[in-house]
Structure formats: structure tokens, C-alpha cells
């Protein structure tokens, strides 16, 4: 069964960091390129970030440049999404998301979806 897994979410005061992972299993991520999207309170789903199989990645949200950096372990099969100097507005489920063709913002354009993890950003 192909999944995606999400992890590493949780409680955070302003200013603090979080690492999320997002685990494969029944298929390798090394030919994926694989998306992090959130989704807040009474909002839509928003592409953040994405990252290509090559490594490089690129951030859609102008907010979170210079905050959130994208990393993957394709030993491990998978791939990390650093959030430092995390906000309110960071509030959201966060969920990673693949495919194979280009990296996207575009959640329509994703195969395969994890469940999400929750991030609360607050004192």
C-alpha cells in the first residue's frame, strides 16, 4: 500500500522551530518530488514549499523565506520540512504530498497525499 506519513508536528511557542518529517512506505521518494501544503482554520489548502528530487526546492508562501528549509533523506525515505521562527499565522495542518512530474503549488496536481500533522504556534 503506497502512503505517505506525516510527523513531528505539535505545540510551539512564537519564535520557536519545528522539524516535520514525511515517511513513505510502500514506494521510494527518491523519484518524487514531494510538496508541503497547510491548511488553516476556515481556509484552503495552500502550497508552501516543494522539493525536487534533485534537491532543490523552491518556498510558494513569501512568509516562510528564510524560515522554512526543505531536506531529504532518500536512505531514510524521507523527507524534512524546517520550520524555525514559527508565527500564528504558521498555525495550520501540514501535509506533504508527491508526484513525479514538476514540483507544483498546485494540490490538484499530487498523487499521493499524507493524513497531515497539526502545528499550533502559541504562548
Known amino acids: 500500500q503506497l502512503q505517505l506519513v506525516e510527523s513531528g508536528g505539535g505545540l510551539v511557542q512564537p519564535g520557536g522551530s519545528l522539524r516535520l518529517a514525511c515517511e513513505a512506505s510502500?514506494?521510494?521518494?527518491?523519484?518524487?518530488?514531494i510538496g508541503w501544503f497547510r491548511q488553516a482554520p476556515g481556509k484552503g489548502r495552500e502550497g508552501v514549499s516543494c522539493?525536487?528530487?534533485?534537491?532543490?526546492?523552491?518556498n510558494y508562501v513569501a512568509s516562510v523565506k528564510g524560515r522554512f528549509t526543505l531536506s531529504r533523506d532518500n536512505a531514510k525515505n524521507t523527507v524534512y520540512l524546517q520550520m524555525n521562527g514559527l508565527r500564528p499565522e504558521d498555525t495550520a495542518v501540514y501535509y506533504c504530498?508527491?508526484?513525479?512530474?514538476?514540483?507544483?503549488?498546485?494540490?490538484?496536481?499530487?498523487?499521493?497525499w499524507g493524513r497531515g500533522t497539526q502545528v499550533t504556534v502559541s504562548s
Open positions: 504530498a508527491a508526484r513525479r512530474s514538476l514540483c507544483t503549488n498546485s494540490a490538484d496536481l499530487y498523487v499521493y
Open positions: 510502500g514506494f521510494t521518494l527518491d523519484t518524487y518530488h
Open positions: 522539493i525536487r528530487t534533485s534537491g532543490d526546492s523552491t
